[in-house]
């Protein structure tokens, strides 16, 4: 039987609360009102679960697997003709995240209301993207949202495995930094703390890594928490500080800018821009309009600065070529591809054919800096720990010298 928690008043007045086993409201209405008890709310143990179910899925994020998904599987009934509303039904029923499923409901009952479908999916701008709206509107005013819908799953799936590629690429890295700092923390604060007893009462004159490495222990345990606590000041003040666009836009140019890891973050960035712009294009929408889109799906606020500058070149009447090549983030090839699409009328192809180049590349490269960051952050590891090890030992060493003597 349920279990509802209750809150009545007693023939005093008084506020009382408990919970009682019963099969029905009702029936606790009736057995607290033969107890002389005045009920004034009522709440089942499983509407508060749902209560707090409701309160998790608000921050519970939609996959972009999951959009992914959702995209093709509409592209695909639309294509074997059914209808929007029939579509979006039979995708409701087999959605299983709760989230996804909240918002499609949603989706569902405006556009059978009337609405379009690009209009009820910006009711949602956490789920869905203005790339994918903006996409989905032409390719409902042009009569193609099937294909639309099918190249946004393409142009999603690609994304993701980029992403994927990266993130895979750097869990070994992490995780052996993660591992050093751990073990080199805990022997300078668990460990060389037990042997400093026994080098002072030895008075054996200590060996300067050793006094390098006891230094740097007892600072550590002296001033571990203020450590941690400038070092989160610090990071607040800069998280602050990036709140000023001109230091953000500034920070962002930096990053391009860096050895090595700022060429590949570079080609990540025009990768991006190269292949949104590509599906933009194909589905209709004029350069100009798509550049604006694409402005606002590019996480760097240099290239995103770059793209407005070329998007007012444009409207000044000047080609393409210029304002690219004037912006010095792109590269002669790219450059040279955009003016051949410009002029054969192929932009978007050409678009599709720069991301195609830099993708793979951007695989390569991240491999080439994994392999060659893991063996030298081993070493780099070994060798503090070998630095460690021999700081202690060394005075060992001394007293066993001087017991001999």
């Known amino acids: 039987m349920p279990v509802y928690t209750y809150k009545a008043r007693d023939s005093k007045g008084s506020l009382i609360t408990g919970a009682m086993e019963t099969e029905t409201e009702a029936g606790l209405v009736k057995n607290l009102d033969r107890l002389g008890f005045s009920v004034t709310e009522i709440e089942s143990e499983e509407d508060r679960k749902l209560t707090i179910d409701s309160f998790f899925e608000r921050f519970q994020p939609v996959k972009q697997r999951e959009l992914i998904f959702f995209t093709r599987q509409l ?8 209808s929007l509303s029939t579509s979006l039904e039979t995708i409701l029923e087999q959605t299983r ?12 009952q405006s556009v059978q209301k009337g609405e379009s479908l690009s209009v009820s999916l910006s009711r949602h701008p956490r789920a869905f993207s ?18 639309v819908l099918e190249r946004l799953a393409t142009l999603g799936t690609r994304q993701m495995e980029t992403t994927s590629r990266i993130m895979s690429a750097l869990i070994y890295p992490l995780v052996l930094v993660s591992v050093a700092f751990l073990i080199i923390n805990f022997l300078l604060i668990g460990v060389l703390p037990k042997f400093v007893a026994v080098f002072n009462t030895s008075g054996v004159a200590l060996p300067l890594p050793t006094k390098i490495i006891l230094g740097l222990s007892r600072t550590l345990r002296t001033f571990f928490f203020p450590i941690v606590l400038f070092l989160g000041l610090g990071l607040i003040w800069f998280g602050r500080r990036l709140r000023d666009e001109r230091v953000k836009e500034d920070f962002h140019a930096w990053l391009l800018k860096i050895p090595v890891f ?27 309009q798509a550049m604006d889109v694409t402005e606002k799906t590019v996480t760097n606020l240099a290239i995103r600065r770059a793209i407005k500058n070329i998007r007012f070149a444009i409207t000044q009447g000047h080609s393409l070529v210029e304002p690219f090549k004037a912006s010095g983030l792109f590269n002669p090839m790219v450059v040279q591809m955009i003016s051949t699409g410009e002029k054969s009328g192929s932009l978007d192809r050409m678009l599709g054919e720069i991301a195609g180049f830099y993708e793979p590349e951007i695989e390569y490269t991240i491999k080439n800096l994994t392999s060659i960051l893991e063996p030298f952050m081993l070493l780099a590891m070994g060798a503090m720990v070998a630095f460690i090890a021999l700081s202690v030992l060394l005075p060992i060493f001394n007293l066993i010298k001087v017991f001999r003597g």
């Open 75 to 82: 592209a695909t009934l639309l294509r074997s003709g059914s």
């Open 97 to 108: 995240n709760k989230k996804l499923r909240g918002i499609l409901e949603d989706i569902f």
């Open 130 to 147: 203005e790339l994918f709206i903006s996409m989905v509107r032409v390719g409902e005013t042009g009569g193609l949202l099937d294909e």
């Open 262 to 288: 700022g060429g590949l973050y570079t080609k990540i960035q025009i990768s991006r821009f190269a292949r949104v712009t590509s599906a933009l294009i194909a589905s209709g929408i004029p350069i100009l």
